[in-house]
């Protein structure tokens, strides 16, 4: 025991100093605090129902609190059979958030370092790059803690492949195995999709050099244990992954139901959708400069001392006058483009994408001296990543991925692949610094040195000497911007332009600034590496300088982004209920819905909190309920469609627009109702123009398909027959009928054949979409208990091939752990891969 903790002290070391680190960086998370994200706030609004539920052990797996209902394991599952969910539960429970997360981004960059043979301190440094490279530190507060999650496992999963491919089979693939089930777990699919295009490529150069050097027999040995783990990470995750492809084809992101609107895509999402939030192409000189495309939008990085001040002040206004002027300006719609934000992310961004002005300077050595041929891997990875976050800012190939790669086109903010860039450039980085201290040639070193610092300083000094040679400081709206400025300035043109070339200035001097603070850090980052290969420093003290050096800028950037004040005591992430909530909530009815025409149907963060609602917060929506509001809640509401998604209540904007009007819908169907007839359509184009002009009351609209179901007798309806909902649960609606005759009864809820049973009197019936998005069925004479229950198999049959999968999983690693404790005592020429 006392020999392995000597053997290993180093490493519990270094994971003491990034527990340190990460003390002094989110303290106030130590202190109970919490980040005030938006995007968790979103998420907490969207789960209400599912908690709910939760709170009261109980699993629902169906929520109709958001978008009229959907699954509930879009937004939220137990999992319990995965032990994944065991591990990430375990990562949150014994650290605050977003600690826990920002320790497995230091200790698995801090495995991939070890496992590229880099010294314990080197590849602290290497971790401590890629942890905290602004990126990450801008999704976390921004409340994307899904997304930084599957970020954490990209270093560990590459290490792993890395120990497969060098012949540590057993160990590399259980390790493998383990981490992409935790990958996956995290479930952000865009960020392991973009990490298996870089793993695609990494394999690739794997089997050139196969074929090259005549080892093809190991390559696909290897390949084969990776395929093998692959396939056990999978069946880990049988559940999530079953369930999400399932309900994909019926996602927002699937095939469109419409043909008649030309802009939506048959397939995935829209392009101008998938779009927003591209790369500019000159933003990428933020990687070495973050300022150099003015920052975050919005107004934070105005000061008094600000040009766009000066032309208040200048006329007589007070400093703090001026600047409360500007913030208003820059912050109203249509004046975008007089921020000091001018790149082309649009609509807007948290922050910029900076690696580090020491790192860009190692990275550039890396090109000159690493003859690794993961090189070209790191390189070409580099470059296509880049190319592809240009998005629509230079599409040519990003067309060619959304039109012919699979699956490219079911995701959006295209920018976020730089989350790959961003570990590879220090990757390559650090593998510039092993090859400073391999190499015996330090002339040659020092030359290679010499020409890094040239192009990386050389490059720094144009943008502080002539900044405009590259960057133009004007995005493409502002002229419009200027425009709407005087018009409100009320024709004052002059001091709207006077404006307009003051922000240019004020952009200017941030970009300068900041250029002027990297050249400083590139010049430090030099001299350390010269002093190195000069034998002037050993390689201890070599390591912990560079290391601060990177911890000091990179620190000193993401607190623009993250810092103290982003995080809030708990009680104040709650949503405040207005009168109308609280006037809404004394209705006793479990199930009616409530449209907001005061809040963006898409965006809805205020009322999941405190109703069932027509809108919500969730890029899982499904696409039919996507296609009904853009079609009959455009511009205006259709009261038909409120009445059948038993609107009950409806929040508008007061006369005086200081608050809001509840007015009750004495109109809406309620939860179920019988209909006195069917019109029958033959697409879901005539269904969704039937839907303008119809009374869903009397009438329901159904697709010719499900004839067969109906019937072809005509429907004899009875005026006395009653139909109610006489127990609620999201999972398992049950409903009383009594008619004398046969009927079509329309339910008010969601239609997803995927999962939903119905039952009449216990025994399993047909039903079917009506009136778009609808379920409906035919019931029979008489009285009937009639129920809808929620048992989706993709998630109850995908929870017993998760539970093979954890066991295999465990038994795995145990013997890839047993089998490597006992190689050490093996010789090693009797050692056999």
């Known amino acids: 025991m006392m020999d392995w ?10 994971a003491g100093i990034f527990l340190v680190l990460c003390f002094f960086y989110f303290s106030p ?33 169906w929520t109709n609190q958001i978008f009229g209902g959907m699954p509930a394991y879009q937004l939220w599952a137990p999992y319990k059979a995965n032990i994944a969910t065991h591990i990430v539960t375990a990562i949150s429970y014994w650290l605050p958030s977003p600690v826990g997360l920002v320790l497995v981004l230091l200790l698995g960059t801090y495995f991939l370092f070890s496992v590229l043979r880099l010294s314990p301190w080197l590849a602290a440094a290497g971790a401590v790059a890629f942890t905290f490279t602004s990126y990450n530190m801008i999704l976390l507060a921004a409340g994307h803690s899904e997304q930084a999650f599957a970020i954490a496992f990209f270093a560990p999963i590459l290490a792993s492949i ?54 093809v027999a190991q390559f696909v040995k290897s390949l084969c244990y990776l395929a093998a783990a692959s396939l056990l990470a999978f069946a880990v995750n049988a559940s999530i992954l079953w369930s999400t492809y399932e309900y994909g084809k019926d996602s927002y992101r699937g095939k469109s139901n419409l043909t008649n609107n030309s802009k939506e895509p048959r397939d995935g999402l829209d392009r101008d959708y998938i779009y927003q939030y591209s790369q500019g192409v000159a933003e990428c000189f933020t990687f070495l400069v973050p300022n150099a495309s003015g920052g975050a939008s919005g107004p934070q990085l105005f000061d008094e001392n600000s040009e766009m ?47 580090g002005a020491g790192i860009c300077l190692l990275f550039v050595l890396g090109l000159l001296i690493v003859n690794d041929r993961l090189k070209w891997w790191l390189l070409g990875t580099v470059v296509l990543t880049m190319l592809l976050s240009f998005g629509g800012n230079w599409p040519y190939l990003s067309d ?14 295209v920018d976020s692949i730089l989350a790959v860039t961003s570990l590879c450039v220090p990757v390559l980085a650090f593998l510039a610094i092993r090859e400073v201290i391999a190499t015996a040639d330090k002339k040659i070193l020092v030359k290679k040195l010499l020409l890094s610092l040239y192009i990386t300083g050389g490059l720094l000094l144009i943008l502080i000497v002539l900044p405009e040679l590259f960057l133009s400081f004007r995005p493409s709206d502002q002229v419009s911007s200027v425009a709407n400025l005087t018009q409100a300035l009320r024709g004052d043109g002059a001091t709207a332009n006077a404006l307009a070339n003051a922000v240019v200035k004020d952009r200017v001097n941030l970009e300068r600034a900041d250029a002027t603070r990297s050249l400083v850090f590139v ?27 990177i911890l000091v800028d990179l620190w000193q950037v ?155 007798e005509q429907i004899a309806p009875d005026s006395s027959a009653t139909i109610k909902l006489a127990a609620y649960n999201p999972d398992h609606m049950v409903y009383r009928s009594s008619s004398k005759t046969a009927g079509i009864a329309v339910f008010s809820e969601i239609y997803y054949n995927k999962g939903w049973k119905l039952l009449i009197d216990g025994t399993e019936s047909p039903y079917f979409r009506a009136d778009y998005l609808l379920r409906a069925a035919p019931i029979p004479a008489g009285q009937h208990k009639i129920e809808f229950i929620f048992h989706p198999r993709s998630y109850y049959v995908g929870e017993e091939i998760s539970t093979a999968g954890s066991i295999l999983l465990v038994l795995l690693l145990g013997g890839a752990l047993f089998g490597n404790k006992i190689r050490k005592y093996i010789p090693d020429n009797e050692v056999k891969s």
């Open 162 to 215: 890395l120990l497969t491919l060098r012949g540590r089979y057993l160990l590399g693939s259980s390790l493998m195995a383990l981490f992409l089930a935790i990958e996956i777990k995290g479930n952000h699919l865009q960020m392991t999709y973009y990490l298996m295009m870089a793993i695609l490529i990494l394999i690739g150069i794997e089997l050139y050099h196969a074929i090259k050097n005549k080892t």
């Open 5 to 14: 903790l000597k053997r290993n002290g180093i490493h519990f070391a270094v």
């Open 29 to 61: 998370a130590f202190q109970g605090k919490v980040l005030g994200q938006g995007d968790t706030l979103g998420a907490q609004s969207t789960t209400k129902e599912i908690m709910d539920y939760r709170a009261r052990d109980t699993t629902i797996l």
């Open 523 to 549: 010049l430090f980052t030099f001299g350390v590496v010269w002093l190195f290969i000069k034998q002037k420093l050993n390689l201890a003290t070599f390591s912990v300088v560079l290391l601060a050096l």
């Open 400 to 413: 060619l991925f959304l039109k012919y790669f699979p699956l490219y086109n079911k995701f959006r903010t």
């Open 309 to 355: 001040v000066k032309v208040f002040t200048d006329k007589g206004q007070p400093a703090e006058q001026a600047l409360n002027i500007i913030q208003q300006i820059t912050t109203r719609p249509g004046m975008e483009g007089l921020s000091l934000y001018w790149g082309d992310k649009r609509p807007d961004t948290s922050g910029p994408n900076y690696f």
């Open 558 to 712: 993401d607190k623009r982004y993250l810092k103290d004040t982003n995080f809030t005591d708990k009680q104040e992430t709650s949503v405040p209920q207005r009168p109308v909530d609280t006037e809404i909530a004394k209705d006793p009815d479990p199930d009616f819905r409530v449209f907001d025409a005061t809040a963006s149907m898409k965006q809805d963060v205020q009322n999941p909190f405190f109703h069932k609602t027509l809108g919500g917060y969730s890029a899982a929506r499904m696409k039919r309920y996507d296609e009904l509001m853009d079609n009959q809640f455009n511009g205006r509401a259709n009261p038909a469609v409120l009445n059948m998604l038993n609107t009950k209540y409806i929040i508008a904007p007061d006369s005086g627009k200081q608050g809001e009007t509840l007015y009750p819908n004495p109109a809406a169907c309620g939860n179920v109702w019988f209909v006195k007839r069917i019109k029958y359509v033959a697409n879901a184009d005539e269904e969704m123009q039937a839907l303008t002009h119809f009374e869903p009351k009397d009438e329901a609209i159904a697709d010719k398909q499900y004839q067969t179901i109906i019937g072809n």
